[in-house]
């Protein structure tokens, strides 16, 4: 069982950063791949990055790559998303998942979620 808690979401105008945080209870977290959605109102939950255990693979949504940097700390039981030149399409819910592998980018793979936290990008 792993349980999983985001922070660091905000408003920020176009173009700034974001950096989110998601905290893992439990002694397993190192043997679980990662991962970061978002949901947007009125659309369906989408792939943003994932992270396999080790923090030496990833795997990034078109729409943020260049942009968005994931890394983690299984010492610290955390993952980590570094947003940059944040548009306003970024606006969503962000939730943290934990799952078996880092290269699925669909929601009904992963195992464990966040409650989710709220970034939104002004214009």
């Known amino acids: 069982q792993v349980q999983l808690v985001e922070s660091g979401g905000g408003l920020v105008q176009a173009g700034g950063s974001l950096r989110l945080s998601c905290a893992a209870s439990g002694r397993t977290f190192s043997s679980y791949a990662m991962g970061w959605f978002r949901q947007a109102p009125g659309k369906e939950r989408e792939f943003v990055v994932a992270?396999?255990?080790?923090?030496?693979?990833?795997n990034y949504a078109d729409t943020v790559k260049g942009r968005f940097t994931v890394s983690r700390d299984n010492a610290k039981n955390t993952m980590y998303l570094q947003m940059n030149s944040l548009k306003p399409e970024d606006t969503a819910v962000y939730y943290c998942?934990?799952?078996?592998?880092?290269?699925?980018?669909?929601?009904?793979?992963?195992?464990?979620w966040g409650q989710g936290t709220q970034v939104t990008v002004s214009s």
């Open positions: 998942a934990a799952g078996r592998s880092y290269v699925s980018v669909y929601v009904r793979s992963w195992n464990y």
């Open positions: 992270v396999d255990w080790s923090g030496s693979y990833t």
